[in-house]
């Protein structure tokens, strides 16, 4: 019944990607982020939901005669690079067959954030997709803060297997990043009802990254806890909401958890700790072998995980590819930077405002809770960066448009003309 079910929604909504490609970026990561196939049980499992929706979408961007330039960015640019560097490191791979394989996926995840790039530039595309991917991962954080609590904590949150996000560890981070963009999401709605409804998500989702038992996670979300507070509208209530709620969360833990979260200072008595290290001294030394392009992709395959997004890369793609990979993370940082000194005092501009905020907040999820899994490819972190250009292009346009109607009231120019330029720049 779920096959049939999901296959339904996916046949009954590619026709409209052929007409509004939009749709099937919105499409396409709904298959990638929930993986709605893999909770199925025949069929579907394994069917290719994903490249269907790509062809689709692809087939509907050449017939589209709507703007589809990519916005060369800072970061597009950076990205750009970082792609030809990894494709370079896939020919001096360790492990080419398999390097090859982990390149194809790389590639396809790439090609939809560029698509994304190039068609989603608007606040309602933006904001369809930030929908799209808290109604995804979130299903899983409500999920899973409600096994947590009826367990009683005992039993660990896992991700959909088979995919990106199936392991306790990498389902944390992902709800991680998920909790700011839940936060934008609920800024945006005005019915008190949704607003509160959003609220309980965000707690059932924070109670289900405790519930994944992962170290990594409880760092993660920690800091990724204080900086949501620290940048966030209304943050006394915001923190008065969590000094109320964390306590609780924590003290209903079994001692099992607390005793596991304990290891994390003595790390050094710990064998899955101490894998971890002995896997960031492979990356290591892999890199110092092959200081520039590392070993490839896969080259922790003969060891052990990378277990960390920085040595993951530093390994596969050497110093080169790791400096390229923080210039993008760092960049999209600046970016948001950018986007909140000219929104800070401007109401029309107040969404632009806090997505870039929730975006910086999910990054810094991503940044310190990746230092400790490998997950240097996920779709999700892309996806924030492609979100973080569209919204400066956006605010950026605004401004324009804003400094050239102020300039109407100086030289006493036609607004009818101002509006007639206006549209036809932005229709480039």
Known sequence: MRDIFVTMIVLGVLPAVLFQPWIGVLLWSWISYMSPHRLAYGFAVDFPFAMFIALFTFVGLVFSKESKKIPWTRETIILSIFILWMLISTFTAVYGNLAWLQ????????VMTFVALMIMGSKKRLT??????VLSLGFYGVKGGIFTITSGGGFRVQGPQGTFIDGNNEIGLALIMTIPLM???QLQIKQWYFRHAMTVAMLLTFIAVLGTQSRGALVGVSAMVLFLVIKSRRKFLLLALLLGT????????????HERMSTIQTFEEDSSAMERI????????????RPLNGGGFEVFSGNTDAHSIYFEVLGEHGFVGLALFLCLGFSAWFTGGWILRRTRKK????WCYDLATMLQVSLVGYAVSGAFLGLAYFDLYYHL??????TKILVYKHLVDEKEMLAVVASGESKDNVRLKRMKRHSI
Not at 103 to 110: C, F, R
Not at 247 to 254: C, E, Q, S
Not at 385 to 390: E, G, Q, R, S
Request: hydrophobic share 60%; no cysteine; charged share 20%.
């Open 385 to 390: 960066i492609a979100m973080m250009v569209l």
């Open 128 to 133: 369809y997709l930030v929908w799209i991917i």
């Open 246 to 257: 964390a306590p609780l969360a924590y003290n209903f833990m079994p001692t099992s958890w």
């Open 183 to 185: 936060r934008f999401l």
């Open 347 to 350: 109401e029309e501009l107040r």
């Open 103 to 110: 390149l194809e996926k790389v590639i396809k995840i790439q």
């Open 278 to 289: 002995d896997a960031w001294t492979f990356a290591y030394n892999q890199a110092l072998e």
